[in-house]
């Protein structure tokens, strides 16, 4: 399996230099908005990543609820055939950087974070 030397969680509104040797992926549900798809130049939209509908609906930002929000997400993707996904990620032989993009405000609270962390599990 390709080991990625680094995971970084980057809003889509940051205006971050894109390396030959990155990874973009976009891990929103949602297309972020005020953004063209020419503009955000990803090499993957994971939107089977994200959360469900239901799951985000619910937990709304809200970060009393991030705990169970967590925990809940994690269960979606233990349970979720990430097979493309992986599979895509694993061919990425000349990429060292992964970069999920996100329209978030709060990162440390959101759900790239913790899918940064189950891929960090399945990837690095």
């Given at each position: 399996?390709?080991?990625?030397?680094?995971?970084?969680?980057?809003?889509?509104?940051q205006d971050?230099?894109?390396?030959?040797?990155?990874?973009?992926?976009?891990?929103?549900?949602?297309?972020?908005?005020?953004?063209?798809?020419?503009?955000?130049?990803?090499?993957?939209w994971?939107?089977?990543?994200?959360?469900?509908?239901?799951?985000?609906?619910?937990?709304?930002?809200?970060?009393?609820?991030?705990?169970?929000?967590?925990?809940?997400?994690?269960?979606?993707?233990?349970?979720?055939?990430?097979?493309?996904?992986?599979?895509?990620?694993?061919?990425?032989?000349?990429?060292?950087?992964?970069?999920?993009?996100?329209?978030?405000?709060?990162?440390?609270?959101?759900?790239?974070?913790?899918?940064?962390?189950?891929?960090?599990?399945?990837?690095?």
């Open positions: 399996m390709t080991k990625f030397e680094s995971l970084q969680i980057v809003r889509v509104y971050i230099d894109r390396h030959k040797t990155d990874f973009r992926m976009l891990v929103d549900r949602l297309w972020p908005r005020g953004i063209s798809k020419n503009s955000l130049k990803l090499d993957y994971a939107k089977e990543l994200a959360p469900s509908t239901e799951l985000r609906k619910w937990y709304d930002h809200q970060v009393d609820r991030f705990d169970l929000f967590r925990d809940r997400y994690l269960a979606e993707l233990a349970n979720a055939d990430l097979s493309v996904t992986i599979g895509i990620l694993t061919k990425q032989t000349a990429c060292d950087r992964l970069l999920l993009l996100t329209a978030t405000k709060d990162i440390e609270h959101s759900s790239a974070t913790v899918l940064g962390e189950f891929l960090v599990a399945k990837l690095l």
